[in-house]
């Protein structure tokens, strides 16, 4: 968890101008995507504009957790775990007017910064790669109220927003996809993203236990062949199993 006796004084749960809520700041190893293996801090926001079925941080979602923190106060606890990488992650870390300070003063660190966003919000930030995680029309809540699956349909898809990252960034697009037919919507929407590089779309299975990943990689490994695109597993389930700051 983010310690709050290691940073200045915490502020209560009220939205703040200025400051980003935080639910957890920890050091790990990147377990998905492009830079698999690499040793990193993640800085995860809590909150999140959206609710989807499969969604492994409720605590930053469903249920978010955590004070709120100055970006200096951020960057001083990334600074005291001297790892080069940050992951900068949430729930949806764009949510955050600060982003864009917090991006700025990570970067004058000399860190190494990921974000990784649903790609549903514009913010004018900084960072290394962009890792845009666009959510299907599969990916809607199964039991919430019908007022949240209209807004999670309504907020969930922003090709400009996508766009206008890809032109910006260096990226990667990953896609969570539970079956066959979670597949069949990426291409539709990779077809209607028009231009984007192959080998930095990724596939990643849905799953929290490496047996249930291991049953999903059967037809999807194979189907990453035929299309050209990357599978990406989910390593950190592997070396760690399915447990928070992981
Ligand atoms: S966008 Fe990410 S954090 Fe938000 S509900 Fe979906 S999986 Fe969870």
Redesign the pocket.
């Known amino acids: 968890m983010f310690d709050p006796q290691e940073a200045t004084k915490p502020r209560s749960s009220r939205q703040h101008q200025g400051l980003l809520r935080i639910c957890e700041l920890y050091a790990s190893v990147q377990g998905e995507g492009l830079l698999t293996g690499m040793p990193s801090t993640f800085v995860r926001t809590s909150g ?5 079925w ?5 605590f ?3 249920k978010p957790e955590g004070d709120y923190y100055a970006p200096g106060e951020i960057v001083e606890q990334c600074q005291r775990l001297g790892i080069q990488h940050v992951v900068l992650t ?3 870390p764009m949510l955050f007017g600060a982003i864009t300070e917090l991006t700025r003063q990570l970067l004058a660190a000399g860190f190494h910064l990921t974000i990784e966003t ?1 790609g ?1 919000m514009w913010r004018e930030v900084y960072c290394d790669l962009m890792s845009i ?1 666009p ?1 299907l029309p599969s ?1 809607a809540p199964r039991q919430a109220s019908d007022t949240w699956i209209a807004a999670h349909h309504a907020r ?1 898809q922003r090709l400009d927003v996508v766009r206008k990252m890809m032109e910006r960034f260096e990226y990667q697009l990953k896609f ?1 996809v539970d079956c066959p037919s979670d597949a069949e919507e990426v291409l539709d929407y990779l077809h209607q993203l028009g231009r984007f590089d192959r080998h930095r779309v990724l596939m990643m299975p849905q799953g929290t236990s490496q047996a249930e990943l291991d049953r999903q990689a059967q037809w999807l490994l194979p189907w990453c062949q035929e299309h050209g695109v990357r599978f990406c597993p989910r390593a950190h389930i592997a070396w760690f199993g399915n447990r928070r700051q992981t």
Not at 48 to 52: E, G, K, T, V
Not at 54 to 58: A, E, K, L, N, S
């Open positions: 999140c504009n959206l609710r989807c499969f969604c492994d941080t409720p930053a979602s469903w949430g729930g949806e649903a549903t995680s959510k990916s969930r969570v």
